[in-house]
């Protein structure tokens, strides 16, 4: 069917990169991604993958999650979330997207604790989850535990998700600053996961938020054996410095390996482009700053 002019307006392209790889240390990959469909099988994870995209369409669903349990368990659990990521892989408004993220982020957390029980005594299957949804000029950020989601608009890069960690609480209070959150002994304690039991699942269980696109918006998503290895000033600098987003996500995980490649390290990066889009402004910088600011505590469970 021959797409109307104002489907043609609302489309987003992106020109992106995804690169996962098992690190220097751990002798498998834990990490999965899912990028418009695109996702590694079992099989696959412990060689990674490195890929281009160039993709235009009226919606975009990405997301990276970091599996823990060891063993198998945390290949079993994020690849649980990859191959059913996709029923978000759909048209659907701002307003509707954080009801079906919650609904789903439920689901597959039982899925995995049904997985695990059948897997054997064992076995522990765990996974975090950064999601990354865009339609119509927005873009919806959510997550569950400690892998990320930037945002590098003119030169500034700013997070624009939450670590359901204590200490990332306790810096949003005031407590800590970020590099002593990056090199705390809990940094990778997480309170929220795919995963966890039933009676554990509050009801902020999910983070969200919206945020408004802008031209030239370069969307980062990491797992973090990559945001534990480097300041968000040196994120900073690999991806204002290297135009094309395979070269960046490239740096960006030589750097992690660099730095001892203690885990597993998966990185998308995608840069953004749409006909309806406004301009990058200082204004649109200080809006995104502004955002990140105000970003409510969370409660983390016990």
Do not use: W
């Not at 970091?66 to 996709?86: K, N, P, Q, W, Y």
């Amino acid at each position: 069917m021959k797409k109307t002019q104002q489907n043609q307006k609302d489309e987003i392209m992106l020109r992106a990169a995804v690169i996962s790889h098992i690190g220097c240390v751990r002798g498998n990959n834990e990490d999965n991604f899912y990028f418009n469909g695109d996702y590694m099988e079992m099989k696959e994870v412990n060689s990674g993958t490195m890929f281009r995209a160039v993709t235009t369409r009226e919606h975009h669903l990405l997301c990276i999650c970091d599996g823990m349990g060891g063993l198998e368990g945390g290949e079993r659990a994020s690849r649980l979330v990859v191959t059913g990521i996709h029923e978000l892989d759909k048209p659907m408004s701002i307003q509707d997207i954080s009801i079906r993220i919650d609904s789903f982020a439920r689901e597959v957390s039982e899925k995995i604790q049904q997985d695990a029980q059948k897997a054997g005594e064992d076995i522990k299957e765990g996974t975090t989850l950064a999601l990354v949804y865009m339609t119509g000029g927005t873009m919806h950020i959510a997550n569950v535990g400690d892998s990320r989601v930037y945002v590098l608009r003119n030169g500034k890069l700013i997070q624009v998700s939450m670590d359901h960690t204590r200490i990332y609480q306790m810096m949003l209070a005031g407590q800590l600053t970020k590099e002593q959150v990056r090199n705390h002994p809990d940094s990778n304690r997480i309170d929220h996961y795919l995963g966890m039991p039933k009676d554990r699942i509050s009801n902020d269980f999910v983070f969200h938020k919206n945020c408004s696109l802008c031209n030239s918006d370069r969307i980062f998503l990491c797992s973090d054996g990559v945001s534990d290895l480097m300041s968000d000033e040196k994120i900073e600098e690999i991806l204002s410095n290297n135009a094309a987003p395979m070269d960046a996500a490239k740096q960006l995980i030589e750097y992690a390996l660099e730095m001892s490649g203690k885990d597993n390290a998966t990185v998308i990066v995608a840069d953004v482009t749409g006909a309806q889009l406004p301009m990058t402004t200082p204004s649109a910088v200080a809006a995104l700053a502004l955002l990140h600011e105000n970003t409510s505590t969370i409660n983390t469970t016990q």
